[in-house]
């Protein structure tokens, strides 16, 4: 699977990597991924990365792994996903411990916003967003997203479906 590379002014979005693990695990043990299906033991950490890695081999697509450029370090993972039980096509984002609140994650997900559209024909996107989750609702905003409705997510309960601008109006 030929996996691209893209580049924003501060980031670099690669494909992930088992490189990735021990930041992934660490991430998942702690609280900060109560948004995002954790805390989760570093065996179940492992099949989400795996997860993440197939869902490129199964649809084409995936999130990426994103680096700050500057110090290589691996912040995240950001992009178009459409897992399975997923009501459409999704853009998400989980910053790792430590790289909350740098602007990261809006500009990884305008970046893959771009991608999804231009390379991948989308001509809309959702965001999911977990109650309470106040940050990541300030990212789908930033994108200019709007707030469309709630929904019953079976693996993760109350979640707000954020509306991206369609590809026209970017």
């Known amino acids: 699977?030929?996996?691209?590379?893209?580049?924003?002014?501060?980031?670099t979005l690669r494909p992930l990597a088992l490189s990735d693990f021990e930041t992934l695990a660490a991430f998942?043990?702690?609280d900060r991924s109560r948004y995002v299906g954790g805390p989760k033991r570093p065996d179940e950490t492992w099949r989400t990365l795996a997860s993440e890695i197939g869902h490129w081999?199964?649809?084409?697509?995936?999130?990426?792994?994103?680096?700050?450029t500057a110090t290589?370090?691996?912040?995240?993972?950001?992009?178009?996903?459409?897992?399975?039980?997923?009501?459409?096509?999704?853009?998400?984002?989980d910053l790792m411990n430590g790289f909350?609140?740098?602007?990261?994650a809006t500009?990884?997900?305008?970046?893959t916003r771009d991608f999804a559209y231009k390379t991948l024909g989308w001509n809309t996107a959702i965001?999911?967003?977990?109650?309470?989750?106040?940050g990541s609702a300030k990212v789908a905003e930033r994108m200019g997203a709007t707030w469309e409705r709630?929904?019953?997510?079976?693996?993760?309960?109350m979640m707000n479906v954020y509306r991206h601008l369609n590809a026209e109006a970017v």
Not at 59 to 64: A, I, M, S
Not at 127 to 134: I, M, Q, Y
């Open 150 to 157: 709630k929904l019953d997510h079976p693996m993760f309960g």
């Open 57 to 68: 081999t199964l649809r084409g697509y995936g999130r990426f792994g994103v680096d700050e």
């Open 100 to 104: 909350e609140g740098r602007g990261f």
């Open 72 to 93: 290589g370090k691996f912040v995240g993972m950001v992009g178009p996903w459409f897992p399975h039980a997923w009501p459409e096509q999704e853009l998400g984002w």
């Open 1 to 11: 699977m030929n996996i691209p590379t893209l580049h924003t002014e501060r980031l």
């Open 107 to 111: 500009e990884a997900g305008l970046a």
């Open 127 to 134: 965001s999911l967003v977990a109650e309470g989750n106040e």
């Open 28 to 30: 998942y043990e702690s």
